[in-house]
């Protein structure tokens, strides 16, 4: 009995997990051989285009390996009634930890100061400059959806306040509420921002928001590149309107702007938030998962609500 053919247009982690995927179905990984499929595997930076899409007229599933849905064309799915799966709350933790590691990062200056060692100006008896205490700031999520409440749930334990903004303000919700960006940057130290990515987010940091947070402020990002208006954050960087940022994704990964990369204080990873061994298998799971549920013909673990 031949194997039902996927499309696959993302790898799943670690291998063992790609390799199950081979085992159980036909992996094909061209699109343009692709016209009988009707599940495609993608990932949430590379999503599905429109026109894509158009090319899979048998097309009866989506699986995407991440949270982020900004680049999959949801309108279409909904109205070809295609099921689209996601992998929430199981990379949640790991990306909340990684916007902490990039606060302390720029806070106490960990990346300036490895590179101020390996270059020979402590060994020249240079001093660097002095960073910042991070517990003891006001810290503001913009986006309170699971990993904007997971990463309230480390900074509270660490002893911070946590304001936040969301659509709505949260009933029971520990942190407190603020009705927009500009009113949560007035209000914290460190700007956070969690929030999906989009047409309704982009630009959602601009230059009224950045100047609200002030020349003490910090943004750290490990949303979308598009949510921070790239432009106004390089401006504000260099002419000193903000002390810092932490940066895990860009406008047009892997292209980062010259601008950012000239930036003072600015620490720079490559979009890898969720990339941990633990975050990536029990992805890696849950698509597998929603892939068997879906034709098995059972319910979808994780659906996306279209």
Known sequence: MSKLRILALADLKPAG?????????????DIDDAADVTIVLTAGNLGLSGEDMAKL???KMIAVNGVGLDALDLAQAKRRGIAVSSTPD??????AEMALGLALACSRQIAEGDRFVRSGQWAAHRKLGLGRSLLDRRAGILGYGRIGRKLADLLRGLGMQVFYT??????????IYCADAVALARNCDVLFVTAAGGSDTSGLVDAQVLAALGSDGLVINVARGPVIDTQALAQALQSGGIAGAGLDVFDTEPQVPQSLLEAPNCVLTPHIASATSEARHAMAQ???DNIDAHVAGRPLPTPVDL
């Open 17 to 29: 997990m790609g390799d199950r995927l081979a085992r159980d179905y036909d992996v094909v990984r």
């Open 57 to 59: 007229p048998a097309l």
């Open 90 to 95: 199981v990379l949640s933790l790991a990306v």
């Open 166 to 175: 969301a659509r709505s303000e949260k009933p029971h919700a520990p942190d």
């Open 286 to 288: 849950l698509v597998l």
